[in-house]
């Protein structure tokens, strides 16, 4: 079965830094999601893309995370400038259409720490 | 404000009963919900989606009803397996938001 392959499983950034959160959605998936989950905490959503472009984000993801789809397979987060509190679990998932209806296939994320 | 609750963090149950979750919420108006599974260290994981104009949904042990008068959802596990164990999360769309929300999950133990 197709799934959403998500890298490195484990990333650890100095504070202030800049990382990159790599995922591989299903192939003929259009809509792609990041989503993240402090520890212990619920998981919250960041934003969605659909059609090379952000369609919805959270007051979460502000102007220091970006998304982008460089090629025709990965889809990456990018934190600019980290800070201790974006330490979390990163999660990405992908759906065949729309976000409402459709089950979301998700990755088993990126665990990010900010020392 | 809008809430999702889930009844509680920690359930625990005899393997061969029925484990029933519940999630209710406020301030939403939902079109759909969804239920996933997640075990510790791995992502969510698709069980069941339930539309708004569909009082129940069943696939193998799983059920779900969802009671939008009530602002209720019910997850029932049927002759329940020490491998059911997991957290168990609700999700809503809410279309004005047009996004997935979780709930904080209930944590199932199924004892042998």
């Known amino acids: 079965e197709p799934e959403v392959t998500q890298t490195p499983s484990h990333q650890v950034t100095q504070m202030g830094q800049e990382v990159i959160l790599r995922c591989v959605p299903i192939?003929?998936?259009?809509?792609f999601y990041w989503y993240r989950q402090i520890l212990g905490q619920k998981v919250e959503f960041l934003v969605s893309?659909?059609?090379?472009?952000?369609?919805?984000k959270s007051e979460i993801f502000d102007d220091q995370f970006s998304v982008e789809r460089p090629d025709g397979s990965n889809f990456t987060l990018k934190i600019r400038s980290t800070k201790l509190e974006d330490s979390a679990m990163y999660f990405c998932?992908?759906?065949?259409?729309?976000?409402?209806?459709?089950?979301?296939?998700f990755g088993d994320g990126t665990r990010l720490s900010i020392l | 404000s809008q809430k999702i609750e889930q009844n509680s963090e920690a359930l625990n149950i005899q393997e061969g009963k029925t484990a029933t979750l519940t999630c209710n919420y406020t301030?939403?108006?939902?079109?759909?919900l969804q239920w996933y599974r997640q075990d510790p260290g791995r992502g969510p994981v698709f069980l069941l989606l339930i539309r708004e104009n569909e009082k129940e949904k069943r696939k193998e042990r799983l059920k779900v009803t969802f009671d939008t008068t009530l602002k209720q959802s019910l997850f029932h596990i049927t002759a329940s397996q020490p491998a059911d164990s997991a957290t168990y999360l609700c999700?809503?769309?809410?279309?004005?938001?047009?996004?997935?929300?979780f709930g904080s999950g209930t944590q199932l133990t199924v004892l042998p």
């Open positions: 893309f659909y059609n090379n472009e952000i369609s919805e």
């Open positions: 192939s003929n998936h259009l809509y």
């Open positions: 998932a992908s759906s065949e259409r729309g976000h409402n209806n459709q089950p979301q296939h």
């Open positions: 301030n939403y108006s939902p079109a759909y």
């Open positions: 999700a809503l769309d809410d279309d004005s938001a047009r996004q997935l929300t």
